[in-house]
């Protein structure tokens, strides 16, 4: 079976640049969580979905930050304009229920000049 | 906010020699999920702990959930090269209606062969 499904695995940017990225959860999983991982931070929940509805968007480091769950089996965290202090690993996981066992998928690595 | 707090950030051991991560949170935690991430990896779930007492184990690595549920270990015996990663846990804190999933800073094991 196929796990999340992340795109890209790997993003070079400049500062001021829109940057999107992309996630897959697991077929059947109905909870979608979006993470970022730096050094600093460590791991930080930024929103999560129950049923395509934001549940928790505390974790959102700003209005730069939107993230959009249109059906059941995609998710877009979107960053405009990006900032050199947005480069991270930024996690996609999927539950099938709420804040059960997550499954990860592989990361985005952001990088903004 | 709430807090799940980690120790240590860091840890070296010989081959063969035991590891011990420890969780504390201020709060009585629902459950608690602990999770492995190698090196440029994802994190991985191990385990999910839910009763006050709890104790189980997985081959060389024993986790522990404390009797009022504010505290976790997980213990590995003899290590190997490849139990290298950085371990995390993840608290659930329920507030009424409100859950929240918080995950520790992690602790990063380095096996020395």
């Known amino acids: 079976d196929a796990g999340v499904i992340q795109s890209p695995r790997h993003e070079v940017t400049e500062m001021g640049q829109e940057v999107t990225l992309r996630c897959k959860p697991i077929?059947?999983?109905?909870?979608l969580f979006w993470y970022r991982q730096t050094m600093m931070r460590g791991l930080e929940l930024l929103i999560y979905f129950n049923n395509n509805v934001p549940i928790d968007d505390s974790g959102m480091p700003e209005d730069r930050f939107s993230a959009k769950m249109p059906n059941a089996s995609f998710s877009t965290l979107k960053i405009q304009p990006s900032e050199p202090r947005d480069s991270a690993v930024y996690f996609c996981a999927s539950s099938s229920g709420g804040l059960k066992t997550q499954y990860f998928g592989p990361g985005t690595r952001l990088l903004v000049l | 906010g709430q807090q799940v707090m980690q120790i240590p950030q860091y840890q070296h051991v010989q081959e063969g020699e035991d590891f011990t991560t420890y969780c504390n949170s201020s709060?009585?935690?629902?459950?608690i999920q602990w999770y492995k991430q190698r090196p440029g990896g994802h994190p991985v779930f191990l385990i999910q702990?839910?009763?006050?007492?709890e104790v189980k184990k997985q081959k060389r690595l024993t986790f522990q959930f404390g009797e009022a549920k504010k505290n976790s270990s997980l213990h590995i015996t003899a290590t190997q090269t490849t139990d290298v990663g950085t371990y995390f846990c993840?608290?659930?804190?329920?507030?009424?209606?409100?859950?929240?999933?918080?995950f520790g800073s992690g602790t990063q094991l380095t096996v020395l062969p």
């Open positions: 709060t009585t935690l629902s459950n």
């Open positions: 993840a608290g659930l804190i329920s507030s009424g209606s409100a859950r929240q999933l918080t």
């Open positions: 702990l839910v009763k006050s007492g």
């Open positions: 077929s059947g999983h109905n909870s």
